[in-house]
Structures are given as C-alpha cells and as structure tokens.
C-alpha cells in the first residue's frame, strides 16, 4: 500500500510516526509524498486539550471526506477508542501501535534509525507520567512514568553522532523526572547524571533540552547544564503565575521554584534564553491571579512565551470545576500574556545583538544559536556549525 502518516501534537507523536513509517517501510509499503497520493492515510493524534483533541478529529474527518483509507492512532485513539470507532465506523483505530503494526504486516522490532535530519535529532529518554494536573489528560493518554536506561540513551546518541547528527534534543513527557521513582518525587531526579555521562561517553556538539519542570531543577542540574556543549536555552513548563492557580492546578511546584531556576540558570549561563508554557483562564481564574501571571513573565523577562487559552478537555478534573471562566476572556487574557511575551522576546533580542554565536546551519540558509535565537547563515552546508555576530542583518526570528 501507499501511505502517509499526518501528524499532531508533539514530539513524542513526530517520534511515534516516524518509526511507524520506518517499520511500515521495511515490511513493503511505500510512503506517499502527499495526503493525496495515499491509499491509506494515518492520522496520528493530540488529545492534551479539548481544542488539540476537536483538531485531531477534523483532521480525520478531512480524510475520510477524501474517500481514503482512514488510520486513527495516537493518544486520543488510546484515550478513546471505542468513541473514535462510535463516530467513523470505516476507519481503522488503533488504541496500541503492535496492533496497527500487527493488522499491515509489519514489526516494531529492530527498527531502522529514525534519522529525520542531520541537523538535530529528538532522543525520547522518558515518557508517562503520574502527577494529576487538572487541565491534563496525558497520564491516561501516555501511561506511567518511565524512564530509559542510561546506557540505551548513550547508544542512540552515539549513533546519532555516528550518523552526523550535531544536536541531539532529550525529550520526553516530563523530562526532568528522568530517572525518578515517580514523577512526583522531584527530588529523586537523575537527569544530571543523565547529562554527565552523555558528555562523557558522546562527542555530540550539541545536547539540548526540551521542557522542564522547574521543580525538578536542582544545583546538580544547573552544575551539569553549565558544560558548553549543553545548549543554554531552558524550557519552563510553568502554566501560571498566580500560586492559588498553581495549587488548584495541581502543577508540583510554585512560583519560588521558577524564581529560582530563572536565576540558577542565568547565574551558570548569563546569556541564556528561558522560556515558559502558560495557560490563561483556568477555571476559577480571577482578574487579580491573571495580573500574577503577568507580572511573572514580566519579572522574570522570558525569551519567548508559549501560551494557551484554557480548553477544556473531557475526562480531566478542570472541565467540571466551578468558575468556567468565558471563552472571549480566556482569550483576551491570552491575548495580553503574547503582547508581553512579545515585549520580552524583543528584550531578550536586544540583549544578544554584538554577540558572537555559533550557529548550527538548516536547509534554508538559516538556523539556531545554542540559546535558541535563528540567525541566516547563507551558502553554509545543512548541520554545519559556524559563527555568526547576532545582528540586524542576521537575525531571522519567526516570532
């Protein structure tokens, strides 16, 4: 068959579809180009929150509108199957990926490297989680905590390095719990180690992190993330800024830990990009708890904002509480936190200009600092790495 896998959502879910492309290669079945040149098109979804999950299902819709052999997968698949199955009785929905794997023939075992570019290449050290977030339907839709050994990490870093790749992003569901009992016994991270023995057993130029828990940020990990070859852009999942919002979402931290890892990181690494996850409009949430918000960002001066209006999401704690607060005022209060992560981000740019960064080059001529600013660097090879002075002229920040 021809097929072509859509992806939503994370990483994780890029990661997935790419090995479920490398296996359904390796058992004879080609890879369309395009949606419409496949006979079968794999739908790989996001169900984090109700608007990823309404994205998942109109992207399935369009699919069998088109007349083409529908796969459903991924994490909404895993959340609920049988109301996938309930609502498009001609697709295919797949809960585990053995299954789907199983029903074309193929074998998750023994899969080619998933190299997807020779400039950076995700390595998932860890996935699951246990904590009970209100807004969060991950823990059902990814299971429990688990972490990958040390030494199959090493590996897969190793030949990525081997392969030419210069960066290697770790990620994960909750990345800073690597190597924890539990997700929420933050004091038991072992992702320093992690760290250490990758700069000692790997060559890899780059190692870069994806988002953290600030909880799990301790002074090992700081004194591990100070090596060089660790890229100097921390990703914060902090949600709020308003510690009553923190508590009712159930987040495992508070405002002084992201006060603290904000200045650890810029004590070890001066010139570090930190940037943040934040929600506005959680149920509940009142005019003053959304200025705590702001005034977080602000204080901390974060290098670029993720932000999300509140959507609720079907079987998670925040979809029945009390105090929904309007759609039109979840995002308006989105709306202000992108105005000032825009006035931070040019602050943060300001900062950086006469400096001189090494830039990992990208097929379009252009590419990324190790704190994450994107400067052009015409006529240099994919994956090379070259310095550049941040100016003007160079930068090319898509925002």
Same mark, same amino acid.
């Given at each position: 068959m021809r097929f072509f896998i859509r992806t939503l959502g994370c990483k994780l879910n890029q990661l997935d579809s790419a090995r479920l492309a490398g296996a359904l290669a390796r058992a004879g079945h080609a890879r369309a180009a395009s949606e419409e040149e496949a006979e079968w098109v794999l739908v790989n979804t996001c169900t984090v929150t109700g608007e990823s999950d309404r994205k998942s299902r109109q992207a399935a819709h369009a699919v069998a509108r088109a007349g083409q052999g529908l796969v459903v997968l991924g994490c909404s698949a895993r959340v609920d199957a049988d109301r996938w199955r309930a609502a498009m009785?001609?697709? $295919?929905?797949?809960?585990?990926?053995?299954?789907?794997?199983?029903?074309?023939?193929?074998?998750?075992?023994? #899969?080619?490297?998933? #190299?997807?570019?020779?400039?950076?290449?995700?390595?998932?050290?860890?996935?699951?989680?246990?904590? %009970?977030?209100?807004?969060?339907?991950?823990?059902?839709?990814?299971?429990?905590?688990?972490?990958?050994?040390?030494?199959?990490?090493?590996?897969?870093?190793?030949?990525?390095?081997?392969?030419?790749?210069?960066?290697?992003?770790?990620?994960?569901?909750?990345?800073?719990?690597?190597?924890?009992?539990?997700?929420?016994?933050?004091?038991?991270?072992?992702?320093?180690? #992690? $760290?250490?023995?990758?700069? *000692?057993?790997?060559?890899?130029?780059?190692?870069r992190l994806s988002s953290l828990g600030p909880q799990y940020l301790t002074t090992a990990f700081f004194d591990a993330w100070s090596d060089p070859r660790v890229c100097d852009h921390l990703h914060l999942s902090v949600q709020s800024g308003s510690p009553a919002v923190l508590a009712r979402m159930g987040r495992g931290h508070g405002v002084p830990e992201v006060l603290a890892a904000a200045e650890a990181a810029r004590r070890a690494r !001066?010139?570090?990009?930190?940037? =943040?996850? #934040?929600?506005?409009?959680?149920? @509940?949430?009142?005019?003053?708890?959304?200025?705590?918000? $702001?005034?977080? =960002?602000?204080?901390?001066?974060?290098?670029?904002?993720?932000?999300?209006?509140?959507?609720?999401?079907? @079987?998670?704690?925040?979809?029945?509480?009390?105090?929904?607060? !309007?759609? =039109?005022?979840?995002?308006? *209060?989105?709306?202000?936190?992108?105005?000032?992560?825009? %006035?931070?981000?040019?602050?943060?740019? %300001?900062s950086q200009i006469g400096r001189r960064a090494r830039v990992l080059a990208e097929t379009d001529g252009t590419g990324l600092t190790t704190n994450y600013l994107r400067l052009r660097v015409p006529g240099v090879p994919e994956g090379e790495l070259t310095e550049v002075e941040v100016a003007p002229q160079t930068l090319a920040d898509r925002g």
């Open positions: 009785p001609g697709a $295919l929905v797949f809960a585990e990926e053995a299954e789907l794997l199983a029903h074309f023939g193929a074998s998750g075992e023994d #899969l080619p490297f998933p #190299l997807t570019s020779r400039t950076r290449l995700p390595v998932v050290v860890q996935t699951g989680c246990d904590e %009970r977030c209100a807004f969060c339907i991950t823990r059902v839709a990814r299971g429990p905590h688990v972490s990958l050994p040390a030494a199959e990490v090493v590996r897969q870093v190793a030949e990525a390095e081997a392969r030419g790749v210069r960066e290697v992003v770790l990620t994960g569901v909750n990345l800073g719990a690597w190597g924890c009992a539990t997700t929420r016994q933050a004091g038991g991270t072992r992702l320093p180690e #992690l $760290l250490e023995r990758l700069l *000692r057993e790997t060559g890899v130029p780059r190692i !001066p010139d570090a990009a930190l940037t =943040a996850d #934040l929600i506005a409009g959680l149920p @509940g949430e009142t005019a003053g708890e959304h200025a705590e918000t $702001l005034q977080l =960002a602000q204080g901390v001066g974060f290098a670029r904002l993720h932000v999300f209006p509140y959507s609720a999401r079907e @079987g998670t704690p925040a979809a029945g509480m009390p105090g929904q607060v !309007p759609v =039109a005022v979840r995002k308006a *209060r989105a709306g202000e936190l992108r105005r000032l992560g825009e %006035r931070t981000r040019a602050a943060f740019v %300001r």
